[in-house]
């Protein structure tokens, strides 16, 4: 497949240190990537770089087979950007931003009113459309924001935080309309440190700290990197107690044992060894409600991430490995 960004050592650093220091990796056209990090990782900054916006002190990058440093103007023809703060003007309605924008980019008068419209219909604003923006809620800003950042149809979509103060019923619309976009086959980077919207969204992960890279690929990949075993989960109906715990871990394959909830959470050596583990509960006279293996989330492996860099960098003392797969299990 094409890589829609490329990027070699890419660097960029401000008065007060690095901002992104050496960011190299490949995101394939049609890839939804999630930038992960804690705030002043270097997420923004690196969305900066990538659609022209600032220009590195060293390395380079490739955007749709541009360079941001020298091709800003041509990138920013062919993406959208929604920023953490959606930046409409409260002067205007929502129709009255979006056309403004339209025009800006070359909309005749007739093709942006049917743009707009078209927009507004889908992200569930026609019927604000003639509403100063001023009063809008911020689900209903980002609503606007997204439409607008889709205006000219781009091919690639960056969105830095774009659930940030938006309550549960808001994020899951976002989140929705996130979802349909990168249906439609478009390249997303998706800058969050919200792990679930980013879980349920992501093809690749990458996780940066201190400006720096320290995680990339599909979550799936990183977790087999980190953890060998399989994770199961038991229904009991109950919390696990002391003497099931016990009994369980000693089932042949069982690396460990964690109540948890209704049940339990373990770590087997294979799948092979969820029914011995479901017919050792049995035996105790248990009534096991269910049985699965259960596939690290995108939030375990970003903990797990985490964890391995405060140990590199001495800031937790720990095995790790009985660390990292006690993470899974609880």
């Known amino acids: ?21 050496g960011l190299t990796f490949e995101l394939e056209a049609g890839q939804v990537l999630a930038l992960l990090g804690p705030n002043g990782a270097g997420k923004t900054t690196t969305v900066r770089l990538l659609d022209g916006v600032l220009l590195p002190h060293a390395g380079r990058s490739l955007v749709l087979g541009l360079d941001p440093a020298v091709d800003g103007d041509a990138i920013r023809r062919r993406t959208g950007v929604l920023t953490e703060n959606a930046g409409l003007d409260d002067r ?23 743009r707009v419209d078209e927009l507004l219909e889908r992200f569930g604003m026609a019927d604000r459309r003639d509403d100063l923006t001023g009063g809008f809620s911020t689900g209903q800003r980002k609503r606007v924001a997204l439409a607008r950042a889709l205006l000219h149809d781009p091919e690639l979509l960056f969105l830095d935080e774009p659930t940030s103060g938006l309550d549960p019923a ?44 320290r995680a990339f690929g599909a979550p799936d990949e ?6 060998s075993g399989v994770g199961a989960e038991l229904d009991f109906g109950a919390a696990a107690d002391a003497a099931t715990v016990a009994a369980l871990a000693d089932v042949p394959g069982v690396r ?3 109540p948890h909830g209704d049940g339990a959470r373990l770590v087997l050596d294979d799948r092979e060894v969820l029914p011995r583990a479901v017919a050792a509960a049995v035996g105790r006279g248990l009534a096991v409600y269910g049985a699965a293996t259960r596939r690290p989330t995108l939030e375990d492996v970003y903990f797990a991430i985490e964890r391995r860099i405060a140990e590199e960098e001495g800031e937790i003392a720990t095995d790790g490995f009985t660390a990292r797969l006690a993470e899974v299990a609880s």
């Open 92 to 114: 205007l309605t929502s129709r009255e931003n979006l056309l403004y924008v339209a025009r800006l980019r070359g909309f005749t008068r007739s093709a942006a009113t049917r």
């Open 170 to 213: 808001g994020t899951r619309d976002v989140i929705a309309l996130i979802d349909q976009l990168a249906a439609e086959g478009r390249t997303v980077v998706l800058a969050t440190h919200f792990l679930g919207e980013a879980g349920r969204l992501a093809d690749r992960m990458a996780v940066l700290h201190k400006g720096r890279l």
């Open 1 to 21: 497949m094409t890589a829609a960004i490329r990027t070699e050592g890419l660097t960029r650093g401000f008065r007060s240190g690095l901002a992104v220091d």
């Open 222 to 227: 990183l977790a087999a990197q980190l953890w």
């Open 256 to 258: 460990s044992v964690h």
